[in-house]
């Protein structure tokens, strides 16, 4: 987060600086120093060379990060600086004992300690322990691996465990820490004063290498010959593209192989709607590859609901500031497993209320009604999911709104239940569906969630759906010059084949275990391209180019002809056939089966 | 080499049907220039043989040296460039093509070829300045923005080439294409005519047809001679000599049709609605086209349907076939009508039997 250089530092004005040179230590150190050590080559600045300069980067970003979704109240922003500026309380370096400051982050201040604070599933704790236990007690027997990767999604303590679990055996944590970055002008600098450019993934390499060889040679200075280690590779260096990637997994396989020390590795999983980019691949190659170099792994789960609410109650109790249970259940919630958002998200609003009183009291009761709340993180769905929920058509067993509308009365056949679920384009919306695989989906499987004598349904189902696909059709061969009707329609169409699904299904299924199946139809138009380009050669081939026919044509008459005259056609066109019928690719498709939801 | 193709006349001089039409034209090339061309008329009734023969007339035996390209266009549509790849058959003195084949973006097809034809004009032996010919099969499947494209480039450029048309039906080529060419239509040849021509290439072959054989087979093809030579040929290999009650095997895709119209017959579910929707999907792999299928399979149902019921299937058959034209994907129309006739049929079977 301090690595990068916000945009923001408008919020504190120039005359600020010299107070914030002031303050600078009491924000700046995340992490105990004592237990860190540096292995960064030289080109990389020393962070105390020049505090006032490298820290102050990292203070306004944490104002920022703070106020990130709340750019409309500047008010507010300015109050809550001056309220900065006119409390000067001295502080020491900040080593999270607890010491009562407003100005720290609550996540770095209630950094659990000890693993009784930790909010991870205490199994999992248990696991890591022992994993370290062993290691560091006995390093005599040399097969067992030295390297535990331990995965999960953003916030779920990762770091917070090893570091953790390393105070509580009292050893001394070592960690690979990613190079500043260089920026071009500095590049320029470097390179006339012969300086070569070494990328992040160069060193990395070259740090793993020196590992391998000699080990880590503590800092001589406060040196106990008895202190064990631990290393921790917390950020793997970012690559892009294949090759690159080829080089961080032989080295990352090389250090699992041959590495004597204990070793961390932590993966971040970034969630399944983000997975089209390449980088969820290659996390996933890489942590098999090093679990095929025989690390350990262990995947930490999102913190369940109730242990984010009883760390975010701690902390409240600490702070003594008044949150009701309600608002922390929402703000657990909002967080979707992520304790760094959640105590975040929490310091953001005790520090609202009591900072602006006068102006934020509006806002308030809009709180209060459970509006989603501005700091929350937007829910997302699997596609599968949204698709289960479709499909399964969930309604209320009873009307309960009955007697509301009189006279709009909709006609007994037309009549729906009220759907058990939110409204279905907001289920669209965290779907990040598009319109078209959607509707493929929808069209594969809906009919195996009509009730066998539902032919009716089938039929008006299918009817929507070809709505739709009038609706997808309407622009083609025009959408680049029609970029906003193109997304009026893809929103329509999705919206008009998932309600219509919902309505056309009038008799569902009894619930129960399906299987959704991939829209056959791509296989179907891909195969059936292929087969008209050989067709058409085909013809030409026979007739020695001639002449050209239409295609239906040669598709409807010819084939057939060639097919009974059996001129080496035969078997490729029935092999292709029986590819098609063996139904191999069907099952390979969902993994991601659909229970009752 | 097929019979069709065996025994295809090369010129306009030995036609066999259609042999008014065939001295019209040749009269018509050899007298003066010759106008742009529209061929009309419906399947196997032998408007490319008369193209081709013409085209013959036109150039001499050159013409018949062709070859087939996989050719890539790029055209550059404003913002973009776009590849475009289609087959095409050419002599030095014509290019034929499917413009339809290019999907939506056969607009730019016609103009881009058309353009090229005009850059680099053939000169005859005497000097003079001749033209090229541009055959486009399917024009009736043409978009609107590619046949008012077509209709631009062929007054700008008529000095240059001639364009020869053909397409199943002019009703759906613009009044402006039609009012610049000359209109021909080519009748589907009568029974008798067929007869006469299955005759000729049974003799040819060598073959003996036994009496009222050729006449089934007439009877059987629809009135297309295409269709006609294919199953005669068809029938040489399955049994000779020839039996004049023999069996004439029907297309298999015809078959698969008619197995899904009793399969629709016999049970109205969900389920085999699934089912139906499978078998359709191994018709499209095989290219079969969606319009002709749910023709086919309209014709199939009718043949089995109550008099009562026809005119609402008919009804909603052609619905559907209007949206599938209007539409991308051909399946959901297809299945869309498949549901609706269950739907129908099973109240009527309801109503009747209880």
Same mark, same amino acid.
């Given at each position: 987060m301090g690595k990068k250089r916000n945009k923001v530092v408008v919020l504190s004005s120039s005359d600020d600086d010299e107070r914030h040179r002031h303050r600078h230590r009491s924000l700046s150190s995340t992490r105990p120093p004592s237990t860190r050590s540096k292995f960064s080559s030289s080109t990389v600045p020393r962070p105390n060379a020049n505090p006032s300069r490298s820290k102050k980067p990292r203070l306004s970003d944490s104002t920022s990060f703070l106020f990130k979704d709340d750019t409309s109240d500047w008010d507010e922003i300015k109050v809550f600086c001056e309220d900065f500026d006119d409390t000067p309380i001295g502080f020491k370096v900040s080593d999270g004992s607890g010491e009562s400051n407003q100005k720290e982050l609550w996540v770095d201040k209630y950094k659990p300690h000890s693993l009784e604070e930790l909010a991870v599933h205490k199994k999992k704790i248990e696991e890591v322990k022992l994993w370290f236990e062993e290691r560091l007690g006995s390093s005599k027997d040399e097969n067992t691996s030295k390297v535990i990767v331990i995965t999960g999604?953003? %916030?779920?303590g990762k770091s917070a465990t090893v570091h953790a679990i390393a105070c509580h055996f009292g050893a001394r944590l070592c960690e690979w820490n990613t190079p500043t970055p260089i920026i071009w002008q500095e590049h320029l600098h470097n390179s006339s004063a012969g300086l070569r450019y070494m990328s992040k993934l160069d060193e990395f390499e070259y740090f793993v290498e020196r590992v391998r060889k000699y080990g880590l040679i503590p800092p001589t200075e406060n040196m106990e010959s008895k202190e064990s280690i631990i290393l921790l590779i917390d950020d793997l260096p970012v690559t892009n593209g294949k090759l690159a990637f080829e080089r961080l997994r032989n080295s990352l396989y090389l250090l699992v192989r041959s590495v004597q020390i204990p070793t961390a590795i932590l993966v971040t999983n970034y969630g399944e709607a983000d997975s089209g980019d390449h980088t969820t691949q290659y996390l996933e190659e890489l942590q098999s590859s090093l679990e095929n170099a025989g690390a350990c792994k262990v995947a930490f789960n999102p913190i369940t609901h109730n242990s984010t609410k009883k760390i975010l109650s701690r902390i409240c109790r600490l702070e003594q500031c008044k949150v009701s249970v309600d608002q922390i259940d929402l703000i657990a919630k909002a967080s979707g497993g992520d304790i760094r958002h959640a105590i975040a998200s929490l310091q953001f609003f005790c520090v609202k209320p009591s900072l602006a009183h006068p102006i934020s009291s509006p806002n308030r009761p809009i709180m209060d009604k459970g509006f989603p709340l501005d700091f929350g993180r937007d829910e997302t769905l699997s596609l599968f999911h949204a698709l289960g929920k479709f499909l399964h058509n969930k309604r209320e067993t009873e009307n309960v709104l009955e007697s509301v509308g009189d006279e709009f009365s909709v006609q007994e056949r037309l009549a729906r239940l009220p759907l058990k679920m939110d409204a279905p384009e907001k289920i669209l919306c965290q779907a990040h569906g598009q319109a078209r695989p959607i509707v493929d989906f929808l069209n594969e499987n809906v009919l195996d969630f009509l009730s066998e004598e539902a032919i009716d349904d089938a039929w008006t189902v299918a009817s929507y759906l070809g709505d739709v696909d009038l609706l997808l059709g309407t622009f083609r061969g025009m959408l680049a010059r029609r970029n906003e009707a193109e997304n009026v329609l893809q929103s329509a169409a999705a919206s008009v084949a998932v309600r219509g699904v919902l309505f056309g299904n009038h008799h569902p299924m009894p619930s129960r275990w399906h299987v959704i199946r991939r829209p056959k139809l791509w296989q179907v138009e891909q195969l059936s391209l292929s087969n008209k380009k050989e067709m058409i050669k085909r013809r030409y081939d026979t007739c020695s180019g001639m002449s050209s026919s239409n295609f239906s044509v040669i598709a409807t008459e010819y084939t057939p002809v060639f097919k009974w005259l059996g001129r080496g056609t035969h078997e490729s066109l029935d092999s292709r056939i029986d590819m098609m019928s063996l139904d191999d690719q069907e099952s390979v498709v969902s993994e991601d089966e659909i229970e009752d939801w | 080499m097929l019979w069709v193709d065996k025994y295809r006349p090369k010129t306009l001089d030995h036609a066999l049907v259609h042999e008014d039409v065939a001295q019209n034209l040749k009269k018509l090339v050899t007298e003066q220039d010759c106008p742009h061309l529209l061929f009309y008329g419906p399947s196997g009734s032998g408007k490319k043989t008369l193209i081709m023969a013409l085209i013959r007339q036109m150039f %001499?035996?050159?013409?018949?040296?062709v070859k087939v390209e996989n050719r890539t266009w790029k055209v550059d549509a404003g913002s973009r460039t776009i590849d475009l790849e289609l087959t095409t058959l050419s002599s030095t003195n014509h290019v034929e093509l499917n413009p339809s084949d290019a999907g939506f973006q056969d607009r730019y097809i016609v103009q881009e070829i058309i353009k090229e034809m005009a850059k680099n004009r053939p000169i005859d032996t005497k000097g003079r300045k001749g033209y090229k010919v541009l055959v486009l099969n399917e024009v009736d499947k043409l978009s609107r923005e590619a046949q008012n494209s077509l209709r631009r480039t062929m007054e700008k450029y008529s000095a240059y080439c001639r364009l020869i048309l053909c397409c199943n039906s002019s009703s759906k080529v613009s009044e402006a294409i039609r009012s610049r060419c000359l209109n021909v239509r080519i009748n589907a040849p009568s029974e008798e005519q067929i007869v006469k021509v299955l005759e000729f290439i049974g003799k040819k072959e060598g073959l003996h047809i036994p009496s009222g054989f050729a006449a089934r087979l007439a009877e059987k093809s629809n009135r297309s001679l295409r269709r006609a030579i294919l199953s005669f040929e068809t029938c040489r290999v399955q049994q000779y000599p020839f039996t004049s009650n023999q069996t004439i095997p029907p297309m298999d895709w015809e078959e698969y049709i008619s197995e899904i119209a009793s399969d629709i017959m016999k049970e109205q579910s969900p389920k085999r609605l699934y089912q139906v929707r499978l078998k359709i999907y191994e018709l499209l792999v095989n290219c079969i086209p969606p319009e002709i299928i749910l023709k086919r399979l309209l014709y199939e149902l009718l043949r089995k349907l109550d008099a009562e019921l026809k005119h609402e299937v008919c009804h909603w058959a052609a619905y559907y076939e209007h949206r599938m034209r209007l539409g991308q994907k051909a399946i959901f129309h297809i299945e869309a009508f498949v549901a609706k006739f269950m739907s129908i049929y099973k109240s009527f079977l309801i109503a009747t039997f209880g």
């Open positions: 999604q953003a %916030g779920v | %001499g035996a050159s013409a018949e040296k």
